[in-house]
């Protein structure tokens, strides 16, 4: 069982910065691969960034290449997500979710999300 809890959203003006972590219980969170998602308000989810086990890897979504960095520290257990430059179609609810597989077939955890607010 591996419990995920995503920190660090907030408000903040269209420019800025934030960093976003998915800390993760349990000791096997080297052996999942991480994902961030948002779901922008009256919209579905959308994939974000993901990173293999040993952060190898990384893929991002079109929409936020350039600006957001996906990393990892297992020795930490967590996961984060840089993002610069933000803007406000960056406004969401970001959610971090763990999968075994890498592509994963499915998301075997999820955090509970934390909101980010971008204002122009």
């Known amino acids: 069982q591996v419990q995920l809890v995503e920190s660090g959203g907030g408000l903040v003006q269209a420019g800025a910065s934030l960093r976003l972590s998915c800390a993760a219980s349990g000791r096997t969170f080297s052996t999942y691969a991480m994902h961030w998602f948002r779901q922008p308000p009256g919209k579905e989810r959308e994939f974000v960034a993901a990173i293999s086990w040993s952060g190898g890897s990384t893929y991002y979504a079109d929409s936020v290449k350039g600006r957001f960095t996906i990393s990892r520290d297992n020795a930490k257990n967590t996961v984060y997500l840089q993002m610069s430059s933000l803007k406000p179609e960056d406004t969401a609810v970001y959610y971090c979710?763990?999968?075994?597989?890498?592509?994963?077939?499915?998301?075997?955890?999820w955090g509970q999300g934390t909101q980010v607010t971008v204002s122009s």
């Open positions: 979710a763990a999968a075994l597989m890498w592509p994963p077939k499915k998301y075997d955890y």
